[in-house]
């Protein structure tokens, strides 16, 4: 009874392997999603909303722009690592400038 469930579970660790299907981009680099850049990109969207709209209602561009940066950032950055520095980059932003 249960070893339909253990099947399920043993072909999500396969992924996409065996489907032939090349996941890579024209510079080489592997496109496809992981868990870490959706979990960070749900991170950054969330605190980018809190900007967006504090920057709406207070009528400050800075943090309106970095929310919006912040929200469309995991859309065009699929590197973890560059995402998650341009993130705190963004994310500081704020209250480095002052206008």
């Given at each position: ?6 099947a ?11 489907d ?14 992981n ?65």
């Open positions: 009874m249960q070893t339909w469930f253990f399920i579970i043993h072909l999500s660790f396969l992924g996409n392997a065996g032939g299907v090349n996941n890579r981009d024209q510079w080489g680099e592997n496109t496809e999603m868990t870490s850049t959706l979990i960070w990109g749900v991170l950054f969207g969330s605190i980018g909303l809190g900007f967006f709209v504090y920057g709406k209602k207070q009528k400050v561009i800075i943090p309106l722009l970095s929310g919006i940066g912040l929200m469309v950032l995991p859309y065009i950055i699929s590197n973890l690592l560059l995402l998650i520095l341009c993130g705190v980059i963004l994310i500081g932003l704020p209250f480095l400038v002052k206008i």
